[in-house]
Structure formats: structure tokens, C-alpha cells
């Protein structure tokens, strides 16, 4: 099962929240030369990305890599400084509209948070804050009607049909204002990684600025507490060694199993087998990773640990918030989930729950080393309709102000609010109060943001245990060559195909279906979309690389 068949089960289950604590890149006051990464032609069309500008003005104590390792920090950073001279703003209204995971937060009249904002970006920033499951159907209306807000934010994994033309129709290309060196007028965008930016770029056009997130993306957590009182190794160096760890794990009379959610780990599995991650590109030609041998390979070795009985057993009908429960409680021991997860996993029966949690490899199928699907770099993008080019250029700065990153005063601001109003300092590090939690609810982490960077308040170890292991996997990623590329199939009928292959595997699972009805099922999904979403990819790829 696919990455996107399992965020469409966090959509159903979280509200998409678990895809927002994936992070991205390295960390301007001082700026770097630059890369010339961006400045060659890229997927999706034959336009120049923006240059990629890293800041330079906090050092990391651990620092990042172009692989998408991200630079560490162990404490927060003292003093910070405020890098950006004048508000962004002209003194009019910005209209907004995005999306919220939380409570919708306090109206600027009561919301001290918002007022501060509005002032350091000159500007009053009126965002029509709509709650997730509601947010598809609102924007399908807003875009009907015709009255579009300033800044419409499009979430990655729930693009509305038709999704290029409309951009093509309704929003600006964004060229001239952001291709390669044109980004450095907004030194804080050009300190967003190069594989965020190809989420914002369809049919040859820059759309939208990236909210980006990170490539590191979903990973295995190990309890080492279960695994080190059995006597077991966390690291499995095969398949093999994978299903005895499993079986080692799990003690059924004792309310214990290894694994919690069947279609996540064949994910897993089919990384230890080297499927690609959703489409493999070979001289232009895509495959889809459904159709595989390694895909086949790896439900097969889902049957055999579903044999085993190492599953919790009502694993099938778990949403993403009781599997999370199970791992922190030690139902089950091992569990899938976004990388930034790590910090909240917190084991509610272990006195030390800062030294409990690990997270494993994929190991090769057979030895070796498996490969991991890279995340795709961005949560979504935002995007304006307006064609003046002084509002635009409004626009772009209100975006960098956002950007901000760590270390910054901007940045601490803009994630804390202010002192003595929304947090206090515990040392040089702010701590929001129960006003901070509540009026920085604004969703303005969703019109833009940073690259993340790993810092786990007061906890230095577990920083340098996340930063080592993205070490360790980043080498082994591979990326999604859709990204960047469209397929209006994808865009209109990608979700009800996705569906029907989803459901085939969980009747398979169940056993209501068996292991040789899966070939139909493919063959079935190519005859209903799935050969037009390639064909579309192929033309798509074949414009932009010529």
C-alpha cells in the first residue's frame, strides 16, 4: 500500500495532522553565495527553480545536508535579531483563506497575537480560517463564485480537479517575480529548499509559494525499552530478521503485539523489497509501484507476518490516533509515522521516557540495504490571483516575513508571540502560557513558513538521536519523480483509483479476497485511469526535459 493510500487514512483518522510535522532543510542574516541547483530547467516545465540560499546566521550545533538531513540545534538560540528592516505591508487589507487542524482561534478583536502581527506586517492580515473537513467543499465554493481572497492556500495531497488549468485561469505565474536569481529580492524564500519548490510548479509556470516541509518524511519507531527487555536487536538486517523481531515482540496473553496498522507496514515493506516510491521514471517511462514485482513481493510478506499474529487485533479498524495511543501505552512496540512524531512519543508507562524510542532502517529484503521513499517537500502551496504587480510583489514580502527562520526575532515571534503575554523565557527558551496556546492558533503556518530544523526543547539527546538517524536513512531515499509533473487523471480521479486498490488490499488482509486477486485488481486500475495517469506523467515529463 502506497504513501498516499496512508495519507488518506490520516486524512480520514487525523485531519491530515500527522503530515504536518514533517520538516525540511537547512537553515540567512548572513547570506551564503548560493547554489545554481535552481537554475536549470526542472520537472513540470521548462522553468528555472529560485536559487537556493541557505541562511547562514544561526550555526547549527549539528549541521544539515543537501540530502535533506536537517541541521540541529541543541539549545535555543539567545538574543535572536530581528533580520527583516520594514514591515511588508502597504497599510491596506490582505485576505486569506486556509485551512486549520485546531480550534479556530480568537477574532483579531480579541486576539493580541493577531493585533502584534498585523502591525509588524503593516498590514491587516483577514484570513477566513476554515476548519479541515471543511475546507474542500469551501474552497470549491469560493472558487465558483468568483470572489477570490488575496492568498488562497492549496493543501499538497487535496488538489481540486482540474487543478492546472484552474491555476492557469484563475492565479499568476509567479516567473518573474521568484525563477532563479529573481528570489533573492525575498532572501527568506530563497532559504526554501529546491524540492519544495517543484510543488509549486505546473506547466512550466512558478504558482505558488511552497509551505514546505521536510524529505526526510514517514519512518519506523521502535519502543528499545519492549525490544532491550526481550533481548532483542531493534536494527533487522532482512525480511527475515524483521519477522522474528516481530514474533519476539509480541505476547498476545500479555496484551503486547509488534505491529499496530497493516497498510502502513506494507509500505514499509515494500521498501525493504526497493519498490519506488509511488512511480519509477526509467528514460521517461513511469511505472507505477503497484504494479512491481516488488509490490507483490512485499504483500506477500505482509500475509506471512498477518500469519504470525503479530498485529494487534483490531488493528484493521484503528484509525491513526489509537495506534499512536497503543505504541505510547506498549501495546504494541513498533509503529510508523512522520518523522517529527518523534518528540511526542512519549511512553506512558516507562520512567524515562526520553530513552525509549528508536527508529529503524529499512533493511534490504534480502540483506543489504532497502531504499526509503523520500517525503515530497512541501504541505502545499499558496497562491494569488491578482495580476497587479505591486500587489503581488506586497504579497511575496508578506510570505518572506513568514519565512522567517529559526533564530530570528521574526521567527520567535511569530511561533511564540510576546513576552510576558504568551510565554515566558526558561533560560533562552520561550514557553508558551495557556494565552499563548490559545491566541496563536492564527493558522499563518499555513500561508508560509521555514524549513524546519530539529531542536527538542530541553531534551539535547533526543536531538542528536534524531539528527543521527536522518543521517543514516537520508542515503537510502528516493524521491517521487511525479513531483512537479501533472496528470489531470491524478488530479480528478487519483483519490477513487487510489480507493478501489486500497480496499482490494484491505479485503486481501481480512482474507475476504485472496493474494491472486491482486493482479486483476491492478490490471483493473489501469483500465479505469491508471494508464492515462501515466501516459500524462510520460507527456509531462517529456515537456519539461524535452
Known amino acids: 500500500m502506497s504513501d498516499q493510500v496512508t495519507r488518506r487514512s490520516v486524512l480520514r483518522g487525523l485531519g491530515g495532522a500527522a503530515l504536518l510535522s514533517l520538516g525540511s532543510g537547512s537553515v540567512l542574516a548572513g547570506c551564503s553565495s548560493g547554489s545554481t541547483a535552481g ?3 526542472e520537472a513540470g516545465g521548462k522553468v528555472k527553480l529560485p536559487t537556493y540560499l541557505p541562511y547562514a546566521g544561526v550555526k547549527p550545533d549539528l549541521p544539515g545536508n543537501a540530502q535533506g538531513v536537517l541541521a540541529g540545534y541543541s539549545v535555543y538560540p539567545a538574543d535572536p535579531v530581528s ?4 514591515p511588508p505591508g502597504t497599510g491596506g487589507t490582505v485576505t486569506a483563506m486556509t485551512l486549520t487542524y485546531g480550534a479556530v482561534p480568537p477574532a483579531v478583536d480579541r486576539n493580541r497575537y493577531w493585533q502584534e502581527l498585523n502591525k509588524r506586517l503593516g498590514t491587516e492580515l483577514a484570513i477566513n480560517v476554515v476548519p479541515n473537513a471543511n475546507y474542500a467543499d469551501k474552497l470549491a465554493t469560493v472558487i465558483a463564485g468568483g470572489d477570490l481572497p488575496d492568498m488562497v492556500q492549496f493543501f499538497a495531497a487535496l488538489k481540486p480537479p482540474q487543478f492546472q488549468a484552474l491555476l492557469r485561469s484563475k492565479f499568476q505565474n509567479l516567473n518573474e517575480f521568484l525563477s532563479g536569481d529573481a528570489v533573492k529580492d525575498y532572501p527568506f524564500l530563497a532559504n526554501i529548499p529546491t524540492p519544495s519548490w517543484r510543488n509549486a510548479v505546473f506547466g512550466g509556470g512558478i504558482y505558488g509559494v511552497p509551505i514546505p516541509r521536510g524529505t526526510v518524511g514517514t519512518i519506523v519507531f521502535v519502543r528499545d525499552d519492549l525490544v532491550r527487555a526481550k533481548g532483542l536487536q531493534r536494527q533487522p538486517k532482512s525480511f527475515a530478521e524483521f519477522r ?3 514474533k519476539g515482540l509480541t505476547d498476545a496473553k500479555n496484551n503486547r503485539w509488534a505491529l499496530g496498522h497493516p ?5 514499509f515493506l515494500e521498501q525493504m523489497a526497493g519498490a519506488p516510491n509511488t512511480w519509477r521514471e526509467e528514460n521517461g517511462k513511469f511505472t507505477h509501484h503497484y ?3 516488488e509490490a507483490k513481493q512485499a504483500l506477500g510478506d505482509m500475509l506471512t507476518l498477518l500469519k504470525d499474529g503479530v498485529f494487534h487485533p483490531d488493528a484493521a479498524a484503528a484509525e491513526t490516533d489509537q495506534v499512536k495511543q497503543w505504541l505510547q501505552a506498549g501495546t504494541v512496540a513498533i509503529n510508523r509515522d512522520g518523522a517529527g512524531a518523534w518528540s511526542g512519543i512519549a511512553p506512558t508507562d516507562s520512567k524515562d521516557p526520553d530513552n525509549v524510542v528508536g527508529a529503524m532502517l529499512p533493511p534490504g529484503r534480502d540483506g543489504g540495504k532497502g531504499v526509503h521513499w523520500a517525503g515530497g517537500g512541501a504541505f502545499g502551496i499558496v497562491s494569488f490571483p491578482t495580476a497587479d504587480k505591486a500587489k503581488i510583489t506586497e504579497l511575496l514580502g ?4 513568514l519565512a522567517a527562520p529559526f533564530g530570528t526575532a521574526e521567527y520567535q515571534f511569530r511561533k511564540y508571540g510576546l513576552p510576558g503575554v504568551h510565554y515566558e523565557l526558561k533560560g533562552s527558551e520561550p514557553v508558551l502560557n495557556k494565552t499563548g496556546e490559545t491566541e496563536l492558533s492564527v493558522p499563518v503556518k499555513y500561508l508560509s513558513d521555514s524549513p524546519a530544523v530539529l531542536y527538542e526543547s530541553g531534551k539535547p539527546a533526543l536531538t542528536k538521536a534524531e539528527h543521527a538517524f536522518q543521517e543514516q536513512i537520508m542515503p537510502l531515499a528516493i524521491a517521487d519523480p511525479s513531483i512537479g509533473l501533472f496528470s489531470e487523471t491524478q488530479s480528478a480521479k487519483g ?3 487510489d480507493k478501489q486498490l486500497d480496499d482490494t488490499l484491505r479485503d486481501i488482509f481480512a482474507g475476504r479476497k485472496q493474494f491472486s486477486d491482486w493482479d486483476q485488481t491492478v490490471q483493473q486500475w489501469r483500465r479505469n485511469g491508471g494508464d492515462k495517469m501515466r ?5 509531462s515529463y517529456h515537456e519539461a526535459n524535452g
Open 244 to 246: 522474528e523481531l516481530c
Open 535 to 539: 501516459a500524462e506523467y510520460e507527456q
Open 495 to 497: 483519490a477513487q483509483l
Open 263 to 267: 497498510p502502513t507496514f506494507l509500505a
Open 291 to 293: 504494479e512491481t514485482e
Open 83 to 86: 533580520v527583516i528592516k520594514e
Open 398 to 401: 508578506i510570505c518572506n516575513w
Open 39 to 41: 537554475a536549470s530547467a
